[in-house]
Nanobody
Framework: QVQLVESGGGLVQAGGSLRLSCAAS????????MGWYRQAPGKQRELVAT???????NYGDSVKGRFTISRDNAKNTVYLQVNSLKPEDAGVYYCNAKVAFSVYWGQGTQVTVSS
């Protein structure tokens, strides 16, 4: 089991940047896949990015080239660097960890983008 706490969201102008953090309650060294998802009002939750324990990454088509996911196993933290933000990037960003056959979610952090 693992608890996830996101932080770093906020209000930013279009074109701006943020760094989101996801702090885990225990070591993430053995967690094969961690990721970020987002959900805008009235829309389904969608993949933003994932990263595996060997550093392989995967991104949603709409964020490729603008967002970067990384993990620091020593700090038990996963990061999401979000650049060149667009109004359509706004929503609640959730951290996710897949452990064995279970999936864990954080409470989310709000990202608001003003145009």
């Amino acid at each position: 089991q693992v608890q996830l706490v996101e932080s770093g969201g906020g209000l930013v102008q279009a074109g701006g940047s943020l760094r989101l953090s996801c702090a885990a309650s225990r070591s993430i060294f053995s967690i094969r896949t961690m990721g970020w998802y987002r959900q805008a009002p009235g829309k389904q939750r969608e993949l933003v990015a994932t990263i595996t324990s060997d550093g392989s990454t995967n991104y949603g088509d709409s964020v490729k080239g603008r967002f970067t996911i990384s993990r620091d196993n020593a700090k038990n933290t996963v990061y999401l660097q979000v650049n060149s933000l667009k109004p359509e990037d706004a929503g609640v960003y959730y951290c996710n960890a897949k452990v064995a056959f279970s999936v864990y979610w954080g409470q989310g952090t709000q990202v608001t983008v003003s145009s």
